[in-house]
């Protein structure tokens, strides 16, 4: 059986712009992951080329990036999407319920197709903006 498919959306590369996002600096979100600084940078470089739009801009000094309108938006989506994946092992399982690890991955795929769904229309925002 083949699931639905997602646009080829990765959700490893989504979670890393989350914490890029979140920490407001490529050094400090490379510091919480445990990686270098240059694969930060070139994990939201192929997100961002992925997708066909930017996600941030970069500045120079303490605080070294905000956020685009599309990141913001983009942003918005993961976050409530991390929140359901975290808050699944917290469910109370029912006897006549299925397992719960088949409770997670249909909440994890119904999220992940609601951020697809987000990036079609921000792709589409952005090419009614081009023309």
Not at 11 to 26: G, K, P, Q, T, V
Not at 102 to 126: G, K, M, N, Q, T
Request: zero cysteines; hydrophobic letters at 45%; charged letters at 30%.
């Amino acid at each position: 059986m083949v699931g639905p498919r997602h646009d080829g959306l990765n959700w490893n590369l989504l979670r890393d712009f989350f914490e890029i996002a979140r920490h407001e600096s490529f050094t400090d979100a490379a510091n919480a992951m445990g990686i270098h600084r240059p694969a930060v940078s070139k994990r939201i470089a192929e997100l961002e080329e992925f997708l066909g739009f930017s996600l941030l801009n970069r500045k120079v000094g303490l605080r070294d990036l905000y956020l685009t309108e599309r990141g913001e938006y983009l942003h918005a989506a993961i976050g409530v999407f991390a929140q359901s994946l975290s808050g699944l092992s917290d469910k109370p399982q029912r006897a006549d319920s299925a397992p719960p690890e088949v409770d997670a991955l249909a909440s994890a795929e119904d999220a992940l197709a609601a951020i697809s769904h987000v990036v079609r229309a921000l792709r589409r925002e952005r090419r009614d903006a081009e023309q």
